[in-house]
């Protein structure tokens, strides 16, 4: 079983203030099994605190990384389809007449 420690520690470990500590246990930030009521005090599992924000700051990262990849993918298909539509316009344009004939052995 971890070590569990007061609010105060928690606190100073995480650089905030009781009030704060306190606040995470009512918006349930700090998940039930990471601590124990204990009167009208609380003691919290560290060690177990630590992994569930890192865990849980790991599963934000890819999830932001993930949304940026899929707005690089669309930007890059966009300017794909750019590209293309401007080739294909510039295609159009530039047609060649076949019944213009060349001589190729005039001298120019």
């Known amino acids: 079983m971890n070590k569990h420690v007061p609010a105060e ?15 995470w246990v009512q918006r349930d930030t700090i998940p039930p099994d990471l601590y ?15 992994e569930h924000w890192a865990n849980k700051t790991k599963a934000a990262y890819e999830r932001r990384m993930a949304r940026k990849k899929g707005h690089a993918k669309q930007a890059v298909e966009e300017v794909v389809e750019e590209v293309v539509d401007e080739a ?9 007449d076949s019944n213009v004939d060349f001589n190729l052995d005039e001298d120019f």
């Open 36 to 50: 124990l009521k204990v009167g009208r005090r609380y003691v919290f599992d560290l060690e177990g605190l630590e």
């Open 9 to 23: 520690a928690i606190a100073e470990h995480f650089g905030v203030s009781v009030i704060t500590v306190r606040s």
């Open 88 to 96: 294909e316009e510039a295609v159009e344009e530039t047609t060649v």
